[in-house]
């Protein structure tokens, strides 16, 4: 059964240092998603992605973020300067069409130092 | 008042229980209402959804939504030990590209 994969299962970093996760939609998959979720709190959505540009972001998602699709198969969320309070898990997902059937990934979890 | 509200829990309970799950929202424009469940250091993983009021079943899982009361549940029959896990309400409006807003998340554990 197609998947989503995220890479690296477990980053540490030091604060103010730029990161980049990496996501692998399910090949016909046409929207993307990234969703964080600090521990022991809820899933909160950061960026929708399609067709090559933002659809949707939220207020979390500052100018220290950034998210591209560099090849036909890679989704990347890139924070620039990191901090302390970035660490979590971050989730990344897809979807074939709008219809809200998201798949998600198994998570990279962030530890900023 | 929070978007979606659902209780943390912890929630205990013994093998072959019935278990139910509950949200409340605060949109009257959430059209789209789906039950995920999380194992502990997963990804959400997509159990149920439901466009409409009243109830959809699928084996041992049925998801109700009651949209005069912006009320959901999720109903487990049967329970098992590999139920235990955190079970995340989410909704949406179902625009295009619509994000999904999720509840806390309930952490369920079955008691064999």
């Known amino acids: ?10 980053q540490v970093t030091q604060m103010g240092q730029e990161v980049i996760l990496r996501c692998v939609p399910i090949s016909n998959h046409l929207y993307f998603y990234w969703y964080r979720q600090i521990l022991g709190q809820k899933v909160e959505f950061l960026v929708s992605f399609y067709n090559n540009e933002i659809s949707e972001k939220s207020e979390i998602f500052d100018d220290q973020f950034s998210v591209e699709r560099p090849d036909g198969s890679n ?10 309070e970035d660490s979590a898990m971050y989730f990344c997902a897809s979807s074939e069409t709008s219809d809200n059937e998201q798949f998600f990934g198994p998570g990279t979890r962030l530890t900023v130092l | 008042q929070k978007e979606v ?11 072959g229980a ?3 799950l509950n949200c409340t ?19 959400p993983e997509l159990l149920m959804y439901t466009y409409s009021s009243g109830n959809k ?7 109700q939504v009651d949209k005069s009361s912006k009320y959901i549940s999720l109903f487990i029959r049967d329970s098992q030990p590999s139920d235990s896990a955190t079970y995340l309400c989410a909704m949406s409006e179902l625009s295009e590209d619509d994000k999904i807003i999720f509840g806390k998340g309930t952490r369920l554990h079955i008691l064999p």
């Open chain 1, 75 to 84: 989704f990347t969320l890139k924070i620039r300067s990191t901090k302390l």
């Open chain 2, 25 to 43: 929202y605060s949109n009257s424009a959430f059209q789209y209402f789906m039950w995920y469940r999380q194992y502990s250091r997963k990804g």
């Open chain 1, 1 to 10: 059964e197609p998947e989503v994969t995220q890479t690296p299962s477990h």
């Open chain 2, 5 to 15: 509200e659902q209780d943390p829990g912890p929630l205990s309970v013994p093998e």
């Open chain 2, 57 to 63: 079943e699928d084996g041992r899982f049925t998801a």
């Open chain 2, 18 to 20: 019935i278990v139910s």
